[in-house]
């Protein structure tokens, strides 16, 4: 008999805490961790570096055609030039399609010999691994996301404006939940889990909680 690997899907919007979650959850059951907000945002600034549109089909399938690994090392992928060339190039179907054979063979081979991996995204529960042990939606009030997110650039001794933050977060919403191929939603069997009113510490127990029963 094969051992098939551990599956978690964390989905949801932007800044409504699934990274941090999916982290703690990757460390508490020794699971590899993939962050596959990383791959379209890796894709997005290749495409801007060498000049083009993320919005063009043909120049953002080629660019994740040939990502590597190493790209997604690059200093710039946390900034928010990266988060909004990543929402287009991920409306693209032949980007997704590219990219769910990426993040599959993580989830089926997960690296260092761990038995399982956490994943975390948009789609992750409905396309990417579908038969995830668990599932979990993230959310959070655009406002509290938005404020979050404020917090963050100006931790970082970025110059950010709130009502700047909040608008280009309802705008990426907009864009990834009303795309044709994979937008955000809920897989029927996930658990949701609203952050709004939550530290990062309740979030995780809550999710602990919902994983362990659901492992009974
Ligand atoms: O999670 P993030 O903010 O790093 O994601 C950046 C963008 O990438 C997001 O706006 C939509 C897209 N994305 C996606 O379409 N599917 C995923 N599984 C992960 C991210």
């Given at each position: 008999?094969?051992?098939?690997?551990?599956?978690?899907?964390?989905?949801?919007?932007?800044?409504?805490?699934?990274?941090?979650?999916?982290?703690?959850?990757?460390?508490?059951?020794?699971?590899?961790?993939?962050?596959?907000?990383?791959?379209?945002?890796?894709?997005?600034?290749?495409?801007?570096?060498?000049?083009?549109?993320?919005?063009?089909?043909?120049?953002?399938?080629?660019?994740?055609?040939?990502l590597?690994?190493?790209?997604?090392?690059?200093?710039d992928?946390?900034?928010?030039?990266?988060?909004?060339?990543?929402?287009?190039?991920?409306?693209?179907?032949?980007?997704?399609?590219?990219?769910?054979?990426?993040?599959?063979?993580?989830?089926?081979?997960?690296?260092?010999?761990?038995?399982?991996?956490?994943?975390?995204?948009?789609?992750?529960?409905?396309?990417?691994?579908?038969?995830?042990?668990?599932?979990?939606?993230?959310?959070?009030?655009?406002?509290?996301?938005?404020?979050?997110r404020?917090?963050?650039?100006?931790?970082?001794?970025?110059?950010?404006?709130?009502?700047?933050?909040?608008?280009?977060?309802?705008?990426?919403?907009?864009?990834?939940?009303?795309?044709?191929?994979?937008?955000?939603?809920?897989?029927?069997?996930?658990?949701?889990l609203?952050?709004?009113?939550?530290?990062?510490?309740?979030?995780?127990?809550?999710?602990?909680?919902?994983i362990?029963?659901?492992?009974?």
């Open positions: 008999m094969t051992n098939k690997p551990i599956i978690i899907a964390i989905d949801g919007p932007a800044a409504a805490g699934k990274g941090t979650l999916a982290r703690r959850l990757a460390e508490h059951f020794d699971l590899a961790y993939l962050d596959t907000g990383l791959l379209y945002r890796a894709v997005g600034m290749n495409v801007v570096r060498q000049g083009g549109d993320p919005e063009d089909t043909e120049g953002a399938e080629n660019a994740a055609k040939a590597k690994t190493v790209d997604l090392e690059a200093a992928l946390r900034e928010d030039a990266a988060a909004d060339a990543a929402s287009r190039v991920s409306a693209i179907p032949g980007v997704r399609a590219q990219l769910l054979e990426f993040q599959r063979k993580f989830a089926e081979n997960p690296p260092d010999g761990k038995k399982g991996a956490v994943l975390d995204g948009r789609d992750i529960g409905t396309v990417v691994c579908p038969n995830a042990k668990a599932k979990l939606f993230v959310t959070a009030s655009v406002e509290i996301r938005a404020k979050r404020f917090k963050e650039l100006r931790d970082k001794g970025l110059a950010a404006i709130h009502g700047r933050v909040l608008a280009d977060m309802k705008e990426r919403d907009a864009r990834d939940s009303d795309r044709t191929v994979s937008p955000l939603e809920p897989a029927k069997d996930a658990y949701q609203d952050t709004s009113d939550l530290d990062a510490d309740q979030a995780f127990a809550a999710a602990l909680g919902f362990n029963s659901a492992n009974n």
